[in-house]
T-cell receptor, first 114, second 114 residues
Framework: EPEVTQTPSHQVTQMGQEVILRCVPISNHLYFYWYRQILGQKVEFLVSFYNNEISEKSEIFDDQFSVERPDGSNFTLKIRSTKLEDSAMYFC????????????FGQGTRLTVV | AQSVTQLGSHVSVSEGALVLLRCNYSSSVPPYLFWYVQYPNQGLQLLLKYTSAATLVKGINGFEAEFKKSETSFHLTKPSAHMSDAAEYFCAVSSGGGADGLTFGKGTHLIIQP
């Protein structure tokens, strides 16, 4: 069964460092998303990506964040200068036809900023 | 703007008893509604979705949900709880636009008592 895969599963980084979280969406999907879940809080939408560009982004997705699809399979989230409050579980998701269809989620990357 | 309210951060039921997890939404457009389940250390898995077809939606693992526009609700039910149902459950809403992200509720932790 096709699945969304994320690497690494856990990343620890020092405050101020850049991190790149990686995702391989399901191969025939067209829409890609990043969400985050701070411990004990709800899952929050960060950004959606379609046709090689950002389609929508939330107020959380400020200039410190960027996304890229560097090749035909990977979808990355970069945080330029991490802050303590960036510590969270980050989920990648993909869907075939967008908002009214099922989004398939990866298992997440737990980012810990120290 | 959209929002989701899940009443009860924790719900405890006995094995074999009815499961009822409450979800109310707010949306300025006809909504698409989803229930996702998250097992420990795993990603989010779709249980069921409402996309303007039948108001009673059946999902996986014996769960179902009924869309009630007049009550702006989309409560999740299961007639008989099983120990394996213990997990975190998230209700989510989307406007259905192509690249729209999901707006999640805070989640309900379902505890099954033996």
């Amino acid at each position: 069964e096709p699945e969304v895969t994320q690497t690494p599963s856990h990343q620890v980084t020092q405050m101020g460092q850049e991190v790149i979280l990686r995702c391989v969406p399901i191969s025939n999907h067209l829409y890609f998303y990043w969400y985050r879940q701070i411990l004990g809080q709800k899952v929050e939408f960060l950004v959606s990506f379609y046709n090689n560009e950002i389609s929508e982004k939330s107020e959380i997705f400020d200039d410190q964040f960027s996304v890229e699809r560097p090749d035909g399979s990977n979808f990355t989230l970069k945080i330029r200068s991490t802050k303590l409050e960036d510590s969270a579980m980050y989920f990648c998701a993909s869907s075939d036809f967008g908002g009214n269809t099922e989004a398939f989620f990866g298992q997440g990357t737990r980012l810990t900023v120290v | 703007a959209q929002s989701v309210t899940q009443l009860g951060s924790h719900v405890s039921v006995s094995e074999g008893a009815l499961v009822l997890l409450r979800c109310n939404y707010s949306s300025s457009v006809p909504p698409y509604l989803f229930w996702y389940v998250q097992y420990p250390n795993q990603g989010l898995q779709l249980l069921l979705k409402y996309t303007s077809a039948a108001t009673l939606v059946k999902g996986i693992n014996g769960f179902e949900a009924e869309f009630k526009k007049s009550e702006t609700s989309f409560h999740l039910t299961k007639p008989s709880a099983h120990m394996s149902d213990a997990a975190e459950y998230f209700c989510a809403v989307s406007s259905g636009g192509g690249a729209d992200g999901l707006t999640f509720g805070k989640g309900t932790h379902l505890i099954i008592q033996p």
